[in-house]
């Protein structure tokens, strides 16, 4: 199985910040790569697949990049509702779909 | 509204049963595959089973293989996930979720989730 890696598990930002997360496959899986949005209580949200193409709906402040084995999640511009869990998923080679592990987003 | 609604889950003691439901509407449910994820309290995202529309193609997560068993009803608009076997490990609120169209693709409408407890 693919093994997902995310970084960092957590960390802070204030609103407004520039924030990254990155997630790492165990090997190549071109751009079959999601990126979701979990709010506690809540089930996930897709907004990004295809490594960089935006869900309808999401906000263009979410962006995503990658090809390979390495991807990013970059929000340009904190808002108060995007504190929440990130996970990223590869699609490429399964069974199984795997998950990273979480990148948990806390106020500052 | 695209919607799906998942039911069924509750407190099951080891070794019991359990079939969880999940109800589509807002969509061709028939041109889709499924899919069920779980998520352990506290825990990351699992993904469990996937079933084509057509349920000619099935695939499940080593963790559930020979104790759960996706299917689906077109009719109906329902997907099913009966869980024999359960462990204590089973425990996780249970997803149900949409591939996009092409395949394969990401999960792009989940369900609320439901509880399942496996506990004596």
């Known amino acids: 199985a693919i093994r997902m890696t995310q970084s960092p598990s957590s960390f802070s930002a204030s609103t407004g910040d520039r924030v990254t997360i990155t997630c790492r496959a165990s090997?190549?899986?071109?751009?079959?790569l999601a990126w979701y949005q979990q709010k506690p209580g809540k089930a996930p949200k897709l907004l990004i697949y295809a490594a960089s193409t935006l869900q309808s709906g999401v906000p263009s402040r979410f962006s995503g990049s990658g090809s390979g084995t390495d991807f990013t999640l970059t929000i340009s511009c904190l808002q108060s509702e995007d504190f929440a869990t990130y996970y990223c998923?590869?699609?490429?080679?399964?069974?199984?779909?795997?998950f990273g592990q979480g990148t948990k987003l806390e106020i500052k | 509204e695209v919607q799906l609604v998942e039911s069924g889950g509750g407190l099951v003691q080891p070794g019991g049963s359990l079939r969880l439901s999940c109800a589509a509407s807002?969509?061709?449910?028939?041109?889709?595959?499924m899919n069920w994820v779980r998520q352990a309290p506290g825990k990351g995202l699992e993904w469990v089973s996937y079933i084509s529309s057509s349920s000619s193609t099935i695939y499940y997560a080593d963790s559930v293989k020979g104790r759960f068993t996706i299917s689906r009803d077109n009719a109906k608009n329902s997907l099913y996930l009966q869980m024999n076997s359960l462990r204590a490990e089973d425990t996780a609120v249970y997803y149900c979720?949409?591939?996009?169209?092409?395949?394969?693709?990401?999960?792009?409408?989940w369900g609320q989730g439901t509880m399942v407890t496996v506990s004596s």
């Open positions: 807002g969509f061709t449910f028939s041109s889709y595959s």
């Open positions: 998923q590869q699609y490429y080679s399964y069974p199984p779909y795997t």
């Open positions: 090997q190549g899986i071109s751009s079959y």
């Open positions: 979720a949409r591939d996009r169209p092409r395949i394969p693709d990401a999960f792009d409408i």
